[in-house]
């Protein structure tokens, strides 16, 4: 039998690259690239998309939809890493430790949608409280995460790697419209009623991210404390392979959370801190915007789609 054909549309980006990079030495399946002059062809890309078994999109929106709209063949299957897909019918969240069928579901999938970098860490933290009833659907949520600048792309890239980068600010909040394209992955994935609140910022680091959510205890069903929180997340996570939750002997002599500390990683860490005296806990998740926020986590998908049925 063939080795399967994966082709990788858009792998001169950031995500593309790294994906080419770790796939490049496998011998277990055959990888489609195009030379510099055909990648912006509509005609060399749908033919060699539609000569794929599985097609891997690093594309922008518009582009990974043209890419999708250019698919005759049946069998192909697609992972596209854009967030063009990812609330749309028909595509199956690329999430495999959403909840303990979403392996299978991505298995058989012929549309698989990445998850937002951000969208990784703030439903990996919210989803299993809310299907738990501790966390309340209408919970006015807020969050705040750090990326490294990897996470805006070549413009970012350059900006801080590029002749202007002595002038490149340590630190920038973007989003401050409130209109950022991950809240509506959020709140469908996490379960929410309402579009949470989100501000995320960039660093003057390569890659890696903080993702916090506050909570107030007062606010939760009654009687639920921080350690129930922590106790759900752990239990939700129990054995999986790229999400640990941290103990909560732990979290109390963490005095700070480093963004870089999973890069080069496909891991997530979760942890649960809890203020008793105030009523308050929060929420983190650290990993890496280019590992499990990116291309570690199509590469997850992958090898659930290419393992045998």
Not at 23 to 42: F, G, I, M, S, Y
Not at 118 to 125: D, V
Not at 195 to 206: D, S, W
Not at 261 to 266: F, M, P, S, V
């Amino acid at each position: 039998m063939a080795s399967p054909l994966v082709f990788i549309d858009g792998d001169q980006g950031t995500t593309g690259l790294h994906i080419h990079e770790r796939l490049r030495e496998r011998n277990d399946l055959q990888l489609l690239t195009l030379p510099a002059a055909e990648r912006k062809d509509p005609r060399r890309r749908a033919e060699a998309i539609n000569a794929s078994d599985i097609a891997i999109l690093c594309l922008p929106d518009a582009a990974a939809r043209e890419a999708v709209a250019a698919i005759e063949n049946p069998a192909v299957r697609v992972i596209d890493a854009s967030s063009a897909h990812r609330t749309a019918p028909g595509w199956v969240y690329g999430f495999p430790e959403m909840d303990a069928e979403q392996p299978q579901r991505i298995a058989a999938a012929h549309r698989v949608t990445n998850p937002g970098c951000y969208p990784t860490g703030a439903i990996g933290l919210l989803r299993p409280l809310v299907q738990a009833g501790l966390l309340p659907r209408d919970y006015p949520i807020a969050m705040h995460a750090v990326s490294g600048y990897s996470g805006g792309g070549r413009p970012a890239v350059e900006q801080y790697e590029g002749p202007s980068a002595a002038q490149a600010p340590a630190f920038q909040v973007y989003g401050t419209a409130l209109a950022h394209k991950h809240p509506p992955e959020m709140q469908r994935y996490a379960g929410l009623d309402h579009r949470p609140v989100f501000v995320p910022a960039y660093g003057a680091f390569r890659q890696g991210i903080v993702l916090t959510v506050p909570l107030e205890l007062r606010l939760l069903a009654p009687g639920t404390d921080g350690k129930q929180l922590h106790a759900c997340l752990a239990r939700h996570y129990a054995g999986t392979a790229h999400v640990q939750v941290i103990a909560l002997e732990d979290t109390q002599a963490l005095t700070h959370l480093n963004p870089q500390e999973l890069n080069g990683t496909n891991d997530m860490r979760l942890g649960v801190f809890i203020n008793e005296e105030h009523g308050h806990v929060l929420l983190s998740a650290v990993f890496d915007n280019l590992g499990k926020g990116a291309s570690g986590a199509a590469l997850q998908n992958l090898e659930l789609m290419l393992a045998p049925t």
